[in-house]
């Protein structure tokens, strides 16, 4: 092959990438449109309008107006293969029963897969790309991905004979149920994306609205009802918010929680088991309550990797003891909370354990995710009981929701005294005190 024909057949190529990269960009785009208008439906209509819409969009392939409202596309138009039409088909489907799992909704999942099962094309369908669609659906529903999908929803039969009569309080939380699931190795890996990405989506959703409701709520020129609070705390999320806000400057959470890692930087872990418990309990007001609980939890930390209590603490060592701290305060066998966690709620007070578990993850990050897995874990335990006989646990999820929501990596809350008087310039009646909320600007570049 000469050296123009080489020319020529690589500009064909190169002609074809960029061709090709259009049609990959609108194809990314209308798959997004798709999976956020089934995250909005799934969140807000009743189950069955939801698998009318999926079945109008994925068995039926009739156009749907709500998407067209919603995104500016029309069915699954957009799917030009039949990998394409797979993914799509799988994405869609991990999305809805993630919700629908983490809202107990096994009744409802069942009925998702019967729209497949049941699945029978039509004859009399003359438009050749519906034709084409009806071809890879019945591809689909004999393909191993569609095993793997029924299997996935097998498992949800036996919840669901239970489900009947059942309150449902803890569907408040899905957010925390969806980072359980994200974390589940047991999964497949699609769909533990899935549940990573809508976790994330109901938080910043959370977050914003929470700003928004504090925003309008302070304002007498705006309307409250706009933005709908989103803790059922009511009108008392307001306080509760300056309480936990209170806390700035030198004694702030965040000075102290770098003050701790400096102060223990190259500590042994025999002796920095010894410290985190000082840093967690030492701004809690019961010395009797932190007398007990200290006590308690040395018990629990000086059996624990006794084998490396001399060694010097690093990133890793940090991580795991801050993670096996969090099991003590919240539940250590993954099946009944810890006495620790009773004990700290017994007194009435959730903020107390709230701060403590905020502090954990102030001094590492990276222990977040264990954290919310725990509260899942709780979830789970308390869901079995009517909502009336676990106020105070729900109570408790409230306060850290809002907790965790106002020292977000993003948003920063402040208080400010809006009394012009110098002489209450210094008062500590949050009456005085407006909260305003920002995003944060990241100074690193």
């Not at 990959?24 to 189950?47: D, G, M, T």
Request: proline content about 2%; aromatic content about 12%; glycine content about 2%.
């Amino acid at each position: 092959m000469t050296t123009n024909s080489l020319q020529s057949s690589q500009g064909h190529q190169d002609q074809d990438i960029v061709n090709s990269k259009p049609k990959q960009n609108n194809l990314q785009v209308a798959q997004e449109r798709l999976y956020s208008f089934l995250v909005e439906i799934v969140q807000k209509w009743p189950s069955e309008e939801v698998l009318r819409e999926f079945k109008r969009l994925f068995i039926d392939f009739l156009d749907s107006v709500n998407l067209g409202k919603a995104t500016g596309i029309y069915g699954i138009s957009f799917l030009e293969n039949e990998q394409d039409f797979y993914h799509t088909v799988k994405r869609c489907f991990y999305i809805i029963v993630n919700n629908w799992e983490a809202q107990r909704k096994y009744k409802q999942i069942q009925e998702l897969i019967k729209l497949f099962d049941n699945y029978k094309p039509s004859i009399e369908i003359t438009h050749p790309h519906t034709k084409v669609f009806q071809g890879w659906l019945k591809n689909f529903v004999g393909s191993h991905d569609y095993k793997e999908l029924k299997f996935l929803a097998s498992k949800y039969k036996k919840q669901a004979l239970k489900q009947e009569g059942k309150n449902n309080w803890a569907n408040r939380y899905t957010s925390y149920l969806l980072v359980a699931q994200s974390y589940d190795g047991k999964r497949p890996r699609e769909q533990q994306e899935v549940a990573r990405k809508l976790s994330k989506q109901m938080k910043d959703k959370y977050k914003f609205e929470l700003a928004m409701y504090i925003a309008r709520s302070q304002s007498a020129a705006s309307s409250v009802t706009r933005y709908k609070n989103p803790s059922i705390l009511g009108d008392n999320v307001l306080r509760i918010i300056k309480m936990i806000v209170v806390k700035k400057g030198v004694f702030s959470y965040e000075n102290i929680a770098n003050i701790f890692l400096k102060q223990t930087k190259n500590q042994t872990l025999k002796k920095f088991k010894d410290s985190i418990q000082k840093y967690l309990f030492f701004t809690v007001e019961n010395q009797e309550l932190v007398i007990t609980v200290m006590q308690h939890l040395s018990e629990k930390l000086s059996t624990w990797k006794q084998e490396s209590n001399e060694d010097i603490i690093n990133n890793n060592l940090i991580l795991r003891t801050c993670n096996r701290v969090i099991d003590c305060l919240t539940i250590e066998t993954g099946k009944e909370p810890s006495p620790l966690f009773i004990l700290l709620l017994a007194g009435g007070n959730p903020l107390t354990l709230v701060i403590i578990l905020l502090k954990i993850i102030l001094i590492c990050k990276n222990a977040r995710s264990h954290l919310e897995i725990r509260i899942a874990h709780l979830i789970n335990y308390y869901e079995n009981y009517p909502e009336d006989e676990c106020t105070w646990f729900i109570n408790f999820l409230e306060f850290f929701n809002i907790t965790f929501a106002i020292y977000a990596e993003n948003v920063e809350y402040n208080l400010i005294n809006m009394n012009a008087d110098e002489q209450s310039c210094n008062s500590q009646n949050l009456d005085d005190y407006r909260v305003f909320s920002q995003l944060k600007v990241d100074t690193q570049t």
